[in-house]
């Protein structure tokens, strides 16, 4: 935690509302990618974004700074879409946009200007893997979502999703199994 963000933090804890929107339009953006990417819905992530924030700075005065405050609101907001994905067990996932318009994908092109063929081999390995992240439990595509478009440490994860570092990984690596089924080709080794 910087100097910075703890005098933010302070300030917040002292009562001062613009200080806590100073932290929370910090983190605005990155709450909502992951919410947006466990939930697969728009509305629901935004849903989880504020749920998220509002338990924040209810229990601000429970943030004991031994780890970043940005991953404190990260394990906040995971469990926020967690817990939104769990009471809407029937939510359609549909892969929210990227603020330029294109589709949030795990495959982007290495090729500026790929061919027609290409293209269209893309978009149906993009479908595929969308569908199979759709079909996951919530603990695995979170796992995956976090190590893997994310970052995130197994550490992180673990403490995101209140599972011992084993469990984290067992995710991790079910995840990567089903993705993996769904995009080997029938007849190719894998």
């Not at 200080?19 to 819905?41: E, K, P, Q, W, Y």
Request: net charge negative; charged share 30%.
């Amino acid at each position: 935690m910087t100097d910075d963000e703890a005098r933010w933090i302070a300030r917040a804890r002292a009562g001062e509302s613009a200080a806590f929107r100073h932290l929370a339009d910090a983190n605005a953006a990155a709450l909502f990618r992951v919410c947006a990417r466990i939930t697969g819905d728009r509305a629901t992530a935004e849903d989880a974004v504020q749920e998220a924030f509002f338990n924040a700075f209810r229990h601000l005065g429970d943030f004991d700074g031994r780890s970043a405050f940005s991953t404190w609101l990260y394990r906040i907001a995971v469990n926020a879409a967690l817990m939104q994905v769990r009471k809407r067990p029937h939510l359609e996932v549909a892969w929210p946009k990227r603020d330029d318009g294109d589709d949030t994908t795990l495959l982007d092109a290495a090729d500026e200007s790929p061919t027609p063929d290409r293209h269209a081999v893309s978009a149906e390995i993009r479908r595929d893997v969308e569908a199979e992240l759709a079909r996951m439990t919530p603990i695995e595509r979170t796992a995956f979502v976090l190590r893997h478009q994310e970052g995130r440490s197994l550490e992180e994860i673990s403490a995101a999703l209140s599972l011992n570092v084993g469990a984290a990984k067992q995710a991790i690596f079910r995840a990567v199994r089903k993705l993996r089924a769904t995009l080997e080709a029938p007849g190719e080794p894998a």
